[in-house]
């Protein structure tokens, strides 16, 4: 493969599931460069437990999973996104299984499937395929390996985006770059994909120890990106709740193989909650955990499995119970303390089903897009199953899109020679933050969005956080403007912009819907149920 010009190249920024499938489907016909963590830690694809939904056994059919997929939704899907992930959804796994990704077998002599599938909450059928209670593990383990032998993938780990580049046309052509020193590195791209992630790390309790704050959705919002769904960030019910370690999800499979939800005095209250108890959709279970502590001033709840046989604890969720028992908890014997916890967010940056945002040369895969599929709920494993189809739907079209430049010759001439500038030649020499400083305002920011737009919310609440967030957006653009960029501060800038457009969203929101509830308006608004649309306010542009 002949790297003649950096202006055929396409630039993805992020290493999960979505960035590492799109990178080893797009490769055979265009170079790619891939910027991921040095760290699997960051990211939610390594963390994911349960699986991938798809229609995979001969007693399940399309039909089903796309109606269960609109009810978890809570109206706001868009059926043409729901159809197209569904109807790709068995090409996608017969692909990973050809990558080797080793997902749990069903040993039964009568097994509908040669692997096991197990059913989580919102799902009529057994439809998620797993790897045993760590599928993203084996899934990122299985993606990377492959992509380090690509010889037209270049996985970079050493540097980290800060923004977008753009040309004079307003395409997006690159990103700008520090390395672990603060030096810049501008990397030129004809297309560039975001696969950056979500917005979990927002609030303070989360379900990943290192979860993205929306970077990705910022950065494309700076561009003109048009946003989608913010105010629809879900709650994962059953959070480990340890409030000296680091968070662990305990997964959604563990209630879909018979695990039960208890009062600390061993009240099941999901039998009076919905007729789908525990199976109920993620809002409906978390806001049903958070009612019973506001009404009993716990900290938690109970997940308890203790009743189901030893055997099939280890052999479906030996992750849980190895991890559980590092932590003084046998789940063989004793229930696990839980507690709500900030998972996914299902709004993001606008795009089609191939993956393009509303700016040229821009495209966002996996949790930082939003696509239409989620709605106003996520259906449990709906979520790297729309990381697999929509990368592999947008390699296609980045396979078949012309690499001509739009850009004046002058505008690519400055690319160029920025990206290869040495990196120590482009260096800030103002002073560095102090990181305490930074991580100071994070706090206060993940402080006002936990008490105030969280699980429930009502207009005085949101109407507080939009004033301290407007705060925290012009204390920061003043660390912005007096120190060198850091990667730290890049993020707190994107962070604190993200959670305004967030309550902006929340607040012209007038009824409660899927994961979005409003004490002051609890029911449906009239009408058909529209997505929100929001572009970042001009006085927030860098």
């Given at each position: 493969?002949?790297?003649?010009?950096?202006?055929?190249?396409?630039?993805?920024?992020?290493?999960?599931?979505?960035?590492?499938?799109?990178?080893?489907?797009?490769?055979?016909?265009?170079?790619?460069?891939?910027?991921?963590?040095?760290?699997?830690?960051?990211?939610?694809?390594?963390?994911?437990?349960?699986?991938?939904?798809?229609?995979?056994?001969?007693?399940?059919?399309?039909?089903?999973?796309?109606?269960?997929?609109?009810?978890?939704?809570?109206?706001?899907?868009?059926?043409?996104?729901?159809?197209?992930?569904?109807?790709?959804?068995?090409?996608?796994?017969?692909?990973?299984?050809?990558?080797?990704?080793?997902f749990t077998p069903d040993a039964r002599e009568d097994a509908p499937y040669p692997f096991h599938l197990t059913r989580e909450?919102?799902?009529?059928?057994?439809?998620?395929?797993?790897?045993?209670?760590?599928?993203?593990?084996?899934?990122?383990?299985?993606?990377?390996?492959?992509?380090?032998?690509?010889?037209?993938?270049?996985?970079?780990?050493?540097?980290?985006?800060?923004?977008?580049?753009?040309?004079?046309?307003?395409?997006?052509?690159?990103?700008?770059?520090?390395?672990?020193?603060?030096?810049?590195?501008?990397?030129?791209?004809?297309?560039?994909?975001?696969?950056?992630?979500?917005?979990?790390?927002?609030?303070?309790?989360?379900?990943?120890?290192?979860?993205?704050?929306?970077?990705?959705?910022?950065?494309?919002?700076?561009?003109?990106?048009?946003?989608?769904?913010?105010?629809?960030?879900?709650?994962?019910?059953?959070?480990?709740?340890?409030?000296?370690?680091?968070?662990?999800?305990?997964?959604?499979?563990?209630?879909?193989?018979?695990?039960?939800?208890?009062?600390?005095?061993?009240?099941?209250?999901?039998?009076?909650?919905?007729?789908?108890?525990?199976?109920?959709?993620?809002?409906?279970v978390a806001r049903a955990i958070d009612a019973q502590m506001q009404q009993t001033n716990a900290s938690h709840v109970l997940?308890?499995?203790?009743?189901?046989?030893?055997?099939?604890?280890?052999?479906?969720?030996?992750?849980?119970?190895?991890?559980?028992?590092?932590?003084?908890?046998?789940?063989?014997?004793?229930?696990?303390?839980?507690?709500?916890?900030?998972?996914?967010?299902?709004?993001?940056?606008?795009?089609?089903?191939?993956?393009?945002?509303?700016?040229?040369?821009?495209?966002?895969?996996?949790?930082?897009?939003?696509?239409?599929?989620?709605?106003?709920?996520?259906?449990?494993?709906?979520?790297?199953?729309?990381?697999?189809?929509?990368?592999?739907?947008?390699?296609?079209?980045?396979?078949?899109?012309?690499?001509?430049?739009?850009?004046?010759?002058?505008?690519?001439?400055?690319?160029?020679?920025?990206?290869?500038?040495?990196?120590?030649?482009?260096?800030?020499?103002?002073?560095?933050?102090?990181?305490?400083?930074?991580?100071?305002?994070?706090?206060?920011?993940?402080?006002?969005?936990?008490?105030?737009?969280?699980?429930?919310?009502?207009?005085?609440?949101?109407?507080?956080?939009?004033?301290?967030?407007?705060?925290?957006?012009?204390?920061?653009?003043?660390?912005?403007?007096?120190?060198?960029?850091?990667?730290?501060?890049?993020?707190?800038?994107?962070?604190?912009?993200?959670?305004?457009?967030?309550?902006?969203?929340?607040?012209?929101?007038?009824?409660?819907?899927?994961?979005?509830?409003?004490?002051?308006?609890?029911?449906?608004?009239?009408?058909?149920?529209?997505?929100?649309?929001?572009?970042?306010?001009?006085?927030?542009?860098?």
């Amino acid at each position: 493969m002949t790297r003649d010009s950096h202006l055929q190249d396409v630039l993805i920024l992020g290493g999960g599931a979505a960035g590492l499938a799109l990178a080893l489907e797009l490769a055979d016909s265009r170079p790619v460069t891939l910027l991921r963590p040095a760290s699997d830690d960051h990211g939610a694809s390594r963390w994911a437990q349960g699986g991938i939904a798809a229609v995979l056994s001969p007693q399940d059919n399309v039909e089903d999973h796309i109606q269960d997929t609109l009810v978890a939704g809570d109206g706001l899907c868009d059926e043409r996104a729901v159809r197209f992930t569904v109807e790709h959804g068995r090409s996608a796994i017969e692909w990973l299984l050809s990558l080797g990704v080793p997902f749990t077998p069903d040993a039964r002599e009568d097994a509908p499937y040669p692997f096991h599938l197990t059913r989580e909450g919102g799902h009529g059928a057994r439809r998620i395929i797993h790897a045993a209670d760590a599928t993203g593990q084996a899934l990122i383990d299985t993606l990377l390996k492959h992509a380090r032998r690509h010889p037209g993938i270049t996985l970079r780990d050493d540097l980290g985006a800060i923004s977008l580049l753009q040309d004079a046309n307003g395409a997006c052509r690159g990103a700008r770059c520090l390395d672990g020193k603060g030096r810049r590195e501008d990397i030129a791209a004809a297309e560039t994909v975001l696969a950056t992630g979500g917005a979990s790390g927002l609030w303070q309790h989360t379900t990943s120890p290192l979860p993205a704050c929306g970077e990705g959705m910022a950065m494309a919002a700076e561009l003109g990106a048009r946003l989608m769904n913010l105010e629809f960030q879900q709650f994962h019910p059953t959070c480990l709740f340890d409030p000296e370690g680091t968070p662990f999800l305990i997964s959604e499979a563990v209630r879909g193989e018979g695990g039960i939800l208890t009062t600390l005095d061993g009240h099941r209250f999901m039998l009076d909650t919905d007729p789908r108890a525990e199976l109920a959709p993620r809002d409906i279970v978390a806001r049903a955990i958070d009612a019973q502590m506001q009404q009993t001033n716990a900290s938690h709840v109970l997940l308890d499995v203790s009743h189901l046989p030893e055997a099939t604890l280890k052999a479906h969720f030996p992750t849980i119970l190895a991890h559980c028992l590092s932590r003084g908890i046998d789940i063989t014997q004793e229930p696990i303390p839980v507690v709500p916890a900030a998972h996914y967010s299902c709004g993001g940056v606008a795009t089609d089903l191939d993956g393009r945002t509303s700016v040229k040369g821009l495209f966002a895969i996996g949790e930082v897009a939003c696509t239409g599929l989620h709605g106003a709920n996520r259906m449990a494993s709906n979520s790297l199953l729309e990381c697999l189809v929509f990368a592999r739907a947008a390699a296609e079209t980045l396979k078949a899109t012309p690499t001509e430049p739009s850009a004046p010759r002058s505008q690519q001439q400055s690319q160029r020679h920025a990206q290869r500038q040495p990196a120590d030649a482009l260096t800030d020499d103002r002073t560095q933050v102090p990181e305490q400083q930074v991580e100071r305002l994070f706090q206060r920011l993940r402080a006002v969005m936990s008490r105030r737009v969280g699980i429930v919310r009502d207009a005085s609440g949101l109407g507080e956080a939009e004033r301290d967030i407007a705060k925290l957006i012009a204390e920061s653009r003043e660390l912005l403007q007096a120190h060198a960029p850091s990667r730290h501060l890049a993020s707190l800038w994107h962070a604190v912009r993200l959670a305004g457009m967030t309550v902006q969203a929340a607040q012209g929101r007038h009824e409660s819907r899927g994961l979005h509830f409003n004490r002051d308006h609890p029911h449906h608004a009239p009408g058909n149920a529209l997505s929100s649309s929001i572009q970042l306010p001009e006085q927030w542009r860098t």
